[in-house]
Every structure is written in structure tokens, then in C-alpha cells.
């Protein structure tokens, strides 16, 4: 187990020796601060929380952008670096290594995420006043608890896409076309929900990208075509094993040539 | 009879019917420094990315220390250490974080063995500069670093002498030499070089499109080099000739060539002169590995 976390320790060590790390992770620090400094200036009459999710909401979205260019990399890199065949004639089996390269986004992912909850957290609460007490946020249930539940549903659209970008670095080996198409995929999802309304074909509401969204159920207890949140949350567990199994078949399959 | 370490029994490799590698069989003995030849496009690098697990095996099957590649990789794997064509490393990092990056996934790597290795390939001045501003020939000494590491018993090398300048060459050579006498490793080195797998290998197999067409042994156990033909100046070649008849060997310039080892050449020499054969003469012939390997290989020379 110690030695598996050392293969974890090696994927860190390598997305944490590159600049550009440390830049996606500064401009992280410096967007979640900056906005509710831009609030603070233009004057708002808002509480700490409200600004907070408008901050989180914009911001997160950066999150996981470098999420997904991190994740594209991690197979697709290896490729082009050709340090692949230095890697897979160690002692471990390629199901481990790819098992240690996903963990090492995933934490990533999650630093990312704690790096932009807490710098819109401080930020806000050190220029808004807290809401009066007993008055409802504007996401619905208690404002703190409305700003997590918006934070945990960005996190998990956050992870599928994540680890879309990191399937299509591990099937084609090309890092660009890993975070051109997930993004792609991130910015018309819902353009898709609109074309292929589940009100009109049944079978739309089975479309991953109806569901990577979770935040509606913070507001209606129904989400797209009339599902419930745990219809919603099996189709993305469905989607995310299907994703896994892609990833992981072609990884242990492949012949590394040239 | 010493076990091999390498076993490469009926190895094939088929891409979309296209066959890279056929039939394959072949053991190295352990501690040997074994050459394996052959022309550009061969099957030399799918043989070795066979054997190291980069590439799967269509049929057969290969033994590194007993553990099948196959079934047991982690096994097998932990007992090579290896460079499959140009090391490339983690050029963003120093070469020390690469080393470390290595060690990490192997079992009992201390930081003195690093230091040690560091110390073998002598870039124990430039070690904690990143791989980026290193020159192609440090570049490979650090490969060769890596593969070292965890003291492997067989140290796979993929075209090892590309790009390296003479003396780059010579260091290498002389270093993989030292390894085998001094730490008993077993060093399967392909090329296409032959000047210096000559220089370089006590046994040499010699693949052609996909098929292993010889082995030959350049050295002696002892580290003599094995002389390939013998000639015998004699008065009658053709009685001669049938006298030998159950002795592969031919005629050329009125000399009788034969191959084989110093008792086959007393054996060969008491036959001849018992049958009223009269010697004159009996000396070694060494060609070149070049000139058998172009024989073989059946390609034009362009002298």
C-alpha cells in the first residue's frame, strides 16, 4: 500500500514540477479574491454568502478548466514525451499506474476546489456583513448551506468532466483534443438539453449531459423530464464506470510502439 | 549447464497480419553480454518491447528468471532494468528528481544507491540541473542511471550507441563490460552497429525479418575470442575433402575452411593426417563480423 502511494507521490511530484501548475493555481487565488473585491467596489448591498456563490459560480468554472488540462495531459503527455516506455517497464501493472495517474488529478481536482472555496470564503466574509439571521439565502435553505450544496454540485460536474478529459488523453494520446473536446463538451451541454428536450424524447433523459448539473434539485425536487436526484445521480455513476472501463481496457490493452 | 536467464520460446508478433516477429526461440545464458543484429526494420525493437512488456506477445511466451512476461510481469519485470531506444526523461525536472521518480517504484532504493549510481556515470556535478540543458550523450548516461538502480540482473539496451559521440561509445562499452565481469549482469544490447557489438558482445544472434537466422559465440568462456574458421594448407583438397566429409566445410584459394572449436580442429587434424592427408599448415582465419553478417544477411556490399 506504502508503495502505492509512492507511484501517487511520483504523479504529484510531476504536475507540481511544472510552472504552469503554480501559475493555474495563482490565477485561481487571485480570480476568487477579485471578485468580491469588484463587488465591494461596485457597491452592492449584498451578505458574505450571496457573494460568495456568485464568486464560486464564475470562479469554479476555472477549476475546472485546470482540472481538465491537467487530467489531459496525464496519459497524453507520457505519449509525447516518450518517457511512457520508462514508465511501463517498471515492476507495476498498468492497471496501477493508470489507477495512480487518476488519483493524482483527483487531488488536484480537490486542491483546486479547496484553494477556490476558501479564498472566496475569506475574501467575502472579510468585505460583506453576514446575512440577518434567519433570512433565506438566495439559493433556498439557509444561505451557508445553500453556498456548500451549489460548491458540491459544481464538484461533481467538475469530476465527470474531469474524467471525460482524461479518457479521451488516455484512448487518442493527444493532450489538445483531451481539453478541446471536454470543454466543448462543458460549454454546450446544456444546448443539448434544449435540442434534445426530455419532455418530448423519452430516451433523452438516459444523455449524460442532462445530468451533470445537480444544482436544480437545490431548488425542485424534480430535474430534467421529471427524474428524480437519485435517477440523476445513477445515470452519472453509470456514465463515470462505462468512462472507467474505456479508460482503463485501452490503457492495459495497448501496444507502446514508437 | 548454466539456466538461462532470458527464454524466448516460439515468440511471435502479428500487427493486423503483418508479421513482425516470427517463431522467436532463444536462450541467453546468464552473466553474458549477448548482441542482437540485425538490419533496420528486423523486428530487433519488437523483440525487445516483447520482452520488457511495452508490446504484448501474439504467441509464445517469455522466461526472465523463470517468471513468464505473460503471467507473472511483476516478477519478471523487477529483474530488468532498461532503455528502449532514446532515454527520454521528465525534461522539466532535475535529473536527480528523475532518478528519484525511478526509485520510487522499486523496492529498495536508497539514497545512497542513488548517489552511487549518480557517482557510476559520472554526472555527480550536473545531477540537480534540470534534464532540459543537458547534452544528448548526459542525457544517456542518465538512462543508464535509471536502469541501474535496483542493481537489475538483466539490463536490456535498445540501440544504445545512437547519437553518442566516440568516446561517448567507448565509455559505454567498456562500462557494460564491467558490469557483466564484476556484478555478473546479463546485457542483451541490440544494434545495428556491428563494429561494436564485435567489440562489445560475447554471443551475438542475428535476426532477419522477424526470423532469427544464427548465433554465434564471438568469445570463449574465457574471454578469448573464438576464432570463426580454421584453414588447413593441405596437399589434395578434393581427397581431403572426402576424408572430412562428415565436417561442414568448404574450399576457397586451396585452403580447406572449417568451423568449430580447438578440439574439433586437433580432431580434424588427426583424421586428415591419418588418412595420408599431408598438412602443411593450420591457421585461424578471423573474418570480421561485418563480412559474415553481410553473407548472411544476403545485402549488397558497397565497398
Known sequence: MTDFLKLVANENMKIYSRSRTWVMLAILVLCNAGMPLLFYIAGGD????????WTESFTFMLTTIFTVVIAAEM????????????LLIRPWSRGKILLSKYLAVLLFSIVGTVITALTA??????????????MEGFMGGTAPRGALLNLLTDYVELFVIALIAFMISTVFRSGSLAIGLSLFILFVKNLFGLIFNPE??????????????????????????????????????????????????????????? | MIEPLVSLRGVSKVISSRTLVEDLTLDVPAGQVFGFLGPNGAGKTTTIRMMVGLMSITKGDILIGGHSIKTSYE?????????????????FMSGYKNLIHYARMMPGITPQRIEEVVGLVGLSDRIQDK?????LGMRQRLGVAQALLHRPKLLILDEPTNGLD?????ELRDYLRKLSREEGTTVFVSSHLLSEMELMCDTVGIIQQGRLVDVRQLRSPEGERAFEETAFAVDDTAAASKVLASYPLRIQEGLILVGGDRE????????????????????????????????????ERHD
Open chain 1, 46 to 53: 449584498m451578505d458574505r454568502w450571496t457573494v460568495f456563490s
Open chain 1, 121 to 134: 470564503f475569506i475574501f467575502s466574509s472579510m468585505l460583506f456583513e453576514s446575512p440577518a439571521s434567519g
Open chain 2, 166 to 170: 566516440p568516446q561517448g561509445i567507448r
Open chain 1, 75 to 86: 496519459i497524453a503527455g507520457e505519449f509525447t514525451w516518450g518517457t511512457i516506455k520508462l
Open chain 2, 131 to 135: 534534464v532540459k540543458t543537458y547534452s
Open chain 2, 264 to 299: 574439433r580442429i586437433a580432431e580434424i587434424n588427426t583424421t586428415l593426417v591419418q588418412n595420408g592427408v599431408r598438412v602443411y599448415g593450420i591457421r585461424p582465419v578471423t573474418t570480421s563480423l561485418e563480412d559474415q553478417f553481410l553473407q548472411m544477411t544476403g545485402s
Open chain 2, 75 to 91: 516478477q519478471a519485470s523487477s529483474l530488468v532494468g532498461a532503455i528502449v531506444e532514446n532515454p527520454e526523461m521528465y525534461k
Open chain 1, 200 to 258: 418530448r424524447f423519452e430516451w433523452a433523459k438516459y444523455v449524460l449531459f442532462l445530468h451533470t448539473d445537480l444544482s436544480v434539485y437545490i431548488h425542485s425536487p424534480t430535474g430534467p423530464g421529471g427524474v428524480s436526484l437519485w435517477f440523476s445521480v445513477t445515470v452519472l455513476a453509470v456514465y463515470c464506470l462505462i468512462f472507467a472501463a474505456i479508460t482503463w481496457t485501452v490503457f492495459a490493452k495497448r501496444d507502446v510502439a514508437a
